[in-house]
């Protein structure tokens, strides 16, 4: 993967090319980087041009300036794929991810190709309750970053992965997150139930781990009772973060949904 920083911002992104294919991006979950999809990487990169960065706070987008926050992502990966001279790209997020590539997609929708979200919800209409059950869910967790980045990653390790070798990884990336970076993320509200999304234009896929925890079962019920037309797929063997607890499974769910429309899993 080729990196680079995107100009005026502090997100450096990365890039693998492949001649006459179409573009996938990969937007990570909280508290990691972009490694959290290697096994994707790994594996598509002689399919197809793949697209992954590091979203403001994480990995190498450490670099900031007075007044920049994570609700300019959106305006940023436009500006990414403007650099590329990527027209229309299909998007994979993961939790906070699935947040920020359905904000994305609410802004941009002539720019995306198909939209995948695993282990979020749907921001165009998330219930108050959960919205403040998930609030208080994250900031039990944020009590612990404060006094503790060994035991918040411990912690976290648990609740985002569920096979040992997916908790071990996510926890080597997760130690990383610098505490100071807490504060990019304060302005992730401003993009739930503020606009009405359009009428999708692109496939739609949603999906969680057997093993993720029931407010996340319940968040895709109620999105796909939402979009009915949208697929979904509940990954066996797998938490919070799919792609990491079987990537044989996700890349293989992926590819039938970008080749076809359709999902299996």
């Known amino acids: 993967m080729k990196q680079h920083h995107l100009g005026e911002s502090p997100v450096v992104y990365y890039t693998s090319r492949k001649e006459k294919a179409d573009w996938i991006l990969f937007i990570h979950a909280a508290f990691v980087n972009h490694r959290m999809f290697q096994p994707q990487i790994d594996y598509f990169q002689d399919k197809y041009n793949i697209l992954t960065l590091d979203i403001i706070g994480h990995g190498q987008s450490t670099k900031t300036r007075k007044g920049d926050s994570i609700d300019k992502m959106s305006a940023w990966i436009n500006e990414i794929l403007k650099a590329e001279k990527i027209e229309r790209i299909h998007i994979v997020g993961i939790s906070l991810g699935a947040v920020l590539a359905q904000d994305f997609a609410n802004r941009y929708p002539e720019a995306v190709q198909s ?20 609030g208080a869910s994250q900031m039990r967790m944020m009590f612990k970053a404060i006094f503790s980045v060994k035991w918040f990653a411990e912690a976290n390790r648990k609740i985002s992965a569920y096979t040992l070798q997916a908790q071990k990884d996510f926890y080597e990336m997760n130690i990383q997150f ?31 781990g057997k093993y993720d925890i029931p407010m996340e079962r319940t968040a ?21 973060c799919v792609n990491m607890d079987v990537p044989n499974q996700f890349n293989a769910a992926m590819e039938e949904f970008w080749l076809s429309g359709s999902c299996k899993g």
């Open 178 to 208: 610098p505490k100071k970076s807490f504060m990019y993320l304060a302005s992730l509200n401003s993009m739930i139930n503020v606009r009405q999304a359009k009428p999708r234009n692109y496939p739609l896929l949603i999906g969680c």
């Open 220 to 240: 895709v019920e109620v999105w796909k009772k939402n979009e009915p037309e949208c697929c979904v797929v509940i990954f066996d063997g797998a938490g919070h």
């Open 115 to 134: 939209l995948a979200c695993f282990g979020g919800y749907d921001i165009n209409n998330f219930d108050v309750r959960m919205q403040r059950e998930n």
